[in-house]
């Protein structure tokens, strides 16, 4: 409560100060000290974490100085442990991801392998229909395939009967002068 009144009153007393131009130099001249020796008590303990200048810290300070290298060591610590297991969940739901497609894909195949499968009965079906059909007929046939895709049709080509003695008139011979 007296901090809160004491604040009270310097600002009051601020505020009646900045009113007098001569005041206002005095007031940021004393502001820039305080800061000034703000930023050297700042590096002063900057250069005491970081191990240096010690010797004239009494042993007081110097267990101050531990426990408060020993908070941040445990500050650290904890947020390094907090990232890492932030980390760990994240790979472990993208296993997860990971293993959903591959069994999709498994299943994909298996079903691509399964209509392969029925395709290739289909056509062997055809197949020996057309070559028990074929072996009735009279006609010689013949199949073309390329020999790379089963699941094409092949074509059947037939040979017909030749041409009888009327077809077979000679061509009238052409003299040349």
């Keep these: 409560m007296n901090s809160v009144i004491g604040r009270y009153k310097r600002v009051k007393e601020e505020h009646h100060q900045l009113m007098n131009p001569a005041s206002?130099?005095?007031?940021?001249?004393?502001?820039a000290a305080s800061l000034r020796q703000q930023l050297q008590h700042l590096q002063e303990?900057?250069?005491?974490?970081?191990?240096?200048?010690?010797?004239?810290?009494?042993?007081?300070?110097?267990?101050?100085?531990?426990?408060?290298?020993e908070l941040s060591l445990k500050a650290v610590r904890m947020k390094k442990d907090q990232i890492l297991t932030h980390e760990i969940k994240e790979l472990n739901h993208k296993e997860q991801l990971s293993h959903q497609e591959s069994l999709e894909l498994q299943k994909k195949l298996d079903?691509?392998?399964q209509e392969n499968t029925q395709l290739k009965k289909m056509v062997d079906g055809t197949r020996q229909a057309n070559e028990a059909s074929t072996s009735r007929s009279s006609h010689t046939n013949y199949t073309l395939s390329n020999g790379h895709d089963d699941l094409h049709e092949p074509v059947h080509l037939r040979l017909s009967q030749p041409l009888g003695?009327?077809?077979?008139?000679?061509e009238k011979s052409i003299t040349l002068g």
């Excluded at 206002?24 to 502001?31: A, D, I, L």
């Excluded at 003695?165 to 000679?170: I, L, T």
Aim: hydrophobic residues 35%; aromatic residues 8%.
């Design 24 to 31: 206002v130099v005095k007031f940021w001249q004393r502001e």
């Design 45 to 69: 303990y900057h250069r005491q974490l970081k191990g240096e200048e010690l010797s004239g810290l009494s042993i007081n300070d110097l267990q101050n100085l531990e426990k408060q290298l």
């Design 111 to 113: 079903l691509m392998c």
């Design 165 to 170: 003695p009327e077809n077979d008139a000679p």
